[in-house]
């Protein structure tokens, strides 16, 4: 008998071909149902956008759903085509921890970018107006003056 510290780490469960194919042919229609979804998500979005009604907070919403389905997709691809589903936890830390650091570090760098456009807009004019996209429904009108007098009248 071998010492407990040499013992197989990893294990691998495809103990039958058939079972693992079922179970690759079950996580791909799950995928291909789940982006169906998303797409007709993204329809209703886009017809949402181009209306004159203003709902906001019904697209907020419906964008932090697409991205629940998305985180949704990306585990199982992970867990199933990746086989990280079958390692021990020690393993799926390893690379799961590293993950989410850098998807904080990449929220990080987005609000301190956009607080830096923020500040920038407030306390520079000059940039404001040079950057800043007009509105488009609101057509700026240039007044025409009169003609001053001249007193020769």
């Known amino acids: 008998m071998e010492h407990p510290a040499f013992e197989e780490v990893s294990f691998h469960h495809?103990?039958?071909?058939?079972?693992?194919?079922?179970?690759?042919?079950?996580?791909?229609?799950?995928?291909?149902?789940?982006?169906?979804?998303?797409?007709?998500i993204g329809l209703f979005i886009y017809t949402l956008h181009k209306s004159d009604v203003n709902r906001d907070f019904l697209i907020?919403?419906?964008?932090?759903?697409?991205?629940?389905?998305?985180?949704?997709?990306?585990?199982?691809i992970v867990s199933v085509f990746m086989?990280?589903?079958?390692?021990?936890r020690n393993m799926i830390m390893t690379i799961?921890?590293?993950?989410?650091?850098?998807?904080?570090?990449?929220?990080?760098?987005?609000?301190e970018g956009n607080s830096y456009k923020n500040l920038r807009n407030t306390y520079d004019l000059h940039f404001k107006e040079t950057t800043m996209p007009k509105k488009h429904g609101n057509a700026e009108?240039?007044?025409?003056?009169?003609?001053?007098?001249?007193?020769?009248?």
């Open 83 to 88: 086989h990280l589903g079958d390692e021990i």
């Open 14 to 40: 495809h103990t039958d071909d058939a079972e693992f194919k079922r179970r690759v042919k079950k996580t791909t229609i799950l995928l291909s149902v789940i982006t169906i979804i998303e797409l007709a």
């Open 141 to 153: 009108t240039h007044e025409v003056k009169p003609a001053e007098k001249s007193g020769k009248e």
């Open 96 to 111: 799961v921890v590293p993950l989410m650091l850098f998807i904080w570090f990449i929220f990080a760098f987005i609000y």
């Open 60 to 76: 907020l919403g419906f964008k932090g759903l697409v991205c629940i389905l998305t985180l949704a997709k990306a585990y199982y």
